[in-house]
Structure formats: structure tokens, C-alpha cells
């Protein structure tokens, strides 16, 4: 994907900048190729991709030079709330659409919002796992990047969801920033510091594979479940991982990129489009196997 100093715009098409926060998550790479996807289904717009890479600073550096490119759409998953505010709120002043996707900002300068719930999902993950657990039990929390509202959110629904039933109890909550490399070591830690863990609660699902591989690794994966959100299909989604038994449940986090699209092609023929898109999720658990007669 080019970095976005290395475009030019095409004539007779509106360029639409796209700044995402990473590609270090399967997640986001399927965004980004979600987004790719449905352009092409509209020949009069072009979309360029830049890279944060996790770095505040290199998002508005990243933002800026589609300003300076005169881009006529902003598309944006921001990496953390607050650094990135004031950069979108001033393209947005500037006249140019803004369309936030997946992490949100702080204030409402922006057009549209694309989402799912992220308290919801984690308030159905809390449910899930208060069942599982019979209301009792050890937990390891692995979460997200700190300032992003969806670690924010997934955190906050799943502590609400389980505080009605008080023998839960979080052993250990880790910060791996999203990634399975982090959340592996993490879990290397965590095991060393509790004998016993009954259930791993990953912010998204490479996180909770991750904790699952350093549990094998010690040979106690099957005492403990894993439960992660995402359920992106392929070999290497979550989707596969609870066909595999690895995780115990995912939740659907849809990327919003088809949608971000379709929007972008409004919005740019003076169409009026809501301010807020919320995407809905479901849980996917492994099928109940048939009893053997």
C-alpha cells in the first residue's frame, strides 16, 4: 500500500485518504483490504492508504499530508482519542468530510461515525462468561491499547456484566496493546503468578490466541477457556480458532470498511447519511456435536 506522499490524485475522481492506525492486527489489514474491495465497485473514487503504525505522531503527520494532498474525504481509525482530536477536528473545519471508523474521538467534528458497540460486546462477553464459569472463578483480563475506546469499552461492559456475581474474580489484566506476541508474553507472566486460572478474556482474538499458545506451551491450556472478539473468517480469524477449540467463544467485530465506502460515495454526491452507523455483532461458539446413539 503506498504511503499517502506517494499519490497522485487521478483526474475526474474524488481521492479519499484513508489513515489507519496500524496494520500490526489481522483485524485492520482486513479492513484495509474491506475498503480496497468496495472501491472498486466505484470507478470515480480513489482510495490511498497511509500506516500509523501505532504512532500518535505519525497519524497526524500522516493526516496533514492528505491535507496538503487536497484530498476531497478523510477517512480515519484513530490510533488513541485524544492526540488524534485535534488534527481531524481541523480537517473537518476545513470543509473536507471526515469518517471515523472503528475508534471514535473526542467531540463530534467529524461527518459520520462507523462502529459497532464495544461496551455491548463486552457486556455480552461478561454474560458469556459468567455462564461458562457458573459464577465462579479465576479470570485474566488481557486488554487493548490503553487509550482507545474500544479497549476502554470492552473492558467496562465485561467488569459491569460480571459484578453481579461477586466470586468472579480478575487475577491479573495485562496490557499487549492488541497484538499476539504481547499478550503471549503477558500470559507467560500470568501463569507464573496464578496456579490457577479458569478463563482468559482477551480484548480481541490474536490477543487470546496468543494467551492460549503460552498456555500450551506450559501444558495448561485445558485447564483454563479463552474467549476473544473479532471472528474475522480465514485460516488464521477467530472464527477458525473456535472451530479449532482454541477459543472458547468470539464476538463479530465487523471492520465497517464496506460501509465506510458506500458512505464516502454519498457523502461526496451531497447526499445526507446519519451522523452515527452502530454494526451489529453476534457470538460464535463451536456447534454442539450431535449425541452418538
Known sequence: MAAPGCSRRTDSKHL???SQCNL???WRVAMNAEVAGRA???PDLQVVFADAQQDNAKQVADVETFMRQRVDLLMISPNEAKPLT???EKVFKAGIPVIVID???EGDSYTVFIG?????IGRQAGEHIASVLGGNGSIVEIRGLPGSPPAIDRGKGMHDAIAKHPNLRIVHDPVANWLREEAMAQMEMALAANP????VYAHNDPMAVGAYLAAKAKGREKEMKFIGIDALPGLDGGRQAVADGKLDATFVYPTGGRQAVELADKILKGEKVPHKVVLSTEKIVKPAQPASR
Not at 490457577?196 to 478463563?199: A, P, S
Request: hydrophobic share 40%.
Open 196 to 199: 490457577k486460572i479458569d478463563l
Open 103 to 105: 475508534r471514535g474521538l
Open 24 to 26: 500490526g492486527e489481522p
Open 116 to 120: 459497532a458497540d464495544n461496551y455491548e
Open 40 to 42: 472498486k465497485d466505484f
Open 86 to 88: 485535534p488534527i481531524v
Open 16 to 18: 479519499i485518504g484513508f
